[in-house]
């Protein structure tokens, strides 16, 4: 698992969001990319919704049962994970900035072909904490992708390369995939949050 895994902890504003529109609307298929140990999963399950969650690591730890699938695999290779896939939400929480800027177009340029409804997305920002002293901040974001700093990284438990982002260059991201943008707001701890159709 990449980072630490908020959801164990606690479900922020944008998992709270999901939730709602579960509930509001039983039955949904929703997929989860980058689920970790599949806690959010679990509670949109409990909330109405099919699910399926994929994360890089070994994920789900919790009972499967008809309402969750957790399947292993990198979102990079969607398409192959899950070729036929049609679903009415995504949440895509603290993830697609592992991923450089091209491969994360193209994913969300895929997932616009998969996904009915909405999608519910988050990245880090480079206001956030993690990008305070983040070596790639002043090169254009199709050319930043690096590992934090030693000490960085063990206060976030991330080690992997990452591309942080503006609100901005996360706003023409998404519409370039072509998504039309319902919500972006930068939390308090300087996430930037989306809420996509």
Same mark, same amino acid.
């Given at each position: 698992?990449?980072?630490?895994?908020?959801?164990?902890?606690?479900?922020?504003?944008?998992?709270?969001?999901?939730?709602? #529109?579960?509930?509001? !609307?039983p039955? $949904?298929? +929703?997929?989860?990319?980058? *689920? =970790?140990?599949? &806690? /959010?999963?679990?509670?949109? #399950?409990?909330?109405? !919704?099919?699910v $399926?969650? +994929?994360?890089i690591?070994? *994920? =789900?730890?919790? &009972? /499967?049962?008809?309402?969750?699938?957790?399947?292993?695999?990198?979102?990079?290779?969607?398409?192959?994970?899950?070729?036929?896939?049609?679903f009415?939400?995504?949440?895509?929480?603290?993830?697609?900035?592992?991923?450089?800027?091209?491969?994360?177009?193209?994913?969300?340029?895929?997932?616009?072909?998969?996904?009915?409804?909405?999608?519910?997305?988050?990245?880090?920002?480079?206001?956030?904490?993690?990008?305070?002293?983040?070596?790639?901040?002043?090169?254009?974001?199709?050319?930043?992708?690096?590992?934090?700093?030693?000490?960085?990284?063990?206060?976030?438990?991330?080690?992997?390369?990452?591309?942080?982002?503006?609100?901005?260059?996360?706003?023409?991201?998404?519409?370039?995939?072509?998504?039309?943008?319902?919500?972006?707001?930068?939390?308090?701890?300087?996430?930037?949050?989306?809420?996509?159709?």
């Amino acid at each position: 698992m990449y980072g630490v895994d908020v959801t164990k902890v606690r479900a922020d504003d944008l998992d709270k969001k999901i939730l709602a #529109a579960v509930r509001a !609307a039983p039955g $949904v298929l +929703v997929l989860e990319l980058g *689920c =970790g140990s599949g &806690v /959010q999963s679990v509670r949109l #399950a409990q909330a109405g !919704a099919r699910v $399926v969650a +994929v994360d890089i690591d070994k *994920c =789900g730890p919790l &009972v /499967q049962g008809d309402q969750v699938r957790f399947l292993r695999g990198d979102v990079r290779n969607i398409n192959m994970l899950i070729p036929k896939g049609q679903f009415d939400i995504c949440l895509f929480q603290r993830t697609i900035h592992y991923l450089r800027y091209e491969e994360a177009r193209v994913v969300l340029t895929h997932l616009k072909t998969m996904v009915k409804d909405r999608l519910y997305i988050s990245v880090s920002g480079l206001e956030s904490d993690i990008g305070r002293a983040y070596s790639d901040a002043a090169k254009p974001v199709y050319a930043r992708f690096t590992k934090l700093s030693e000490p960085d990284a063990e206060t976030f438990s991330i080690h992997e390369p990452l591309c942080l982002y503006t609100p901005e260059e996360f706003m023409v991201l998404l519409q370039e995939s072509g998504w039309e943008i319902e919500e972006l707001w930068v939390s308090a701890f300087g996430n930037i949050k989306a809420v996509c159709t």
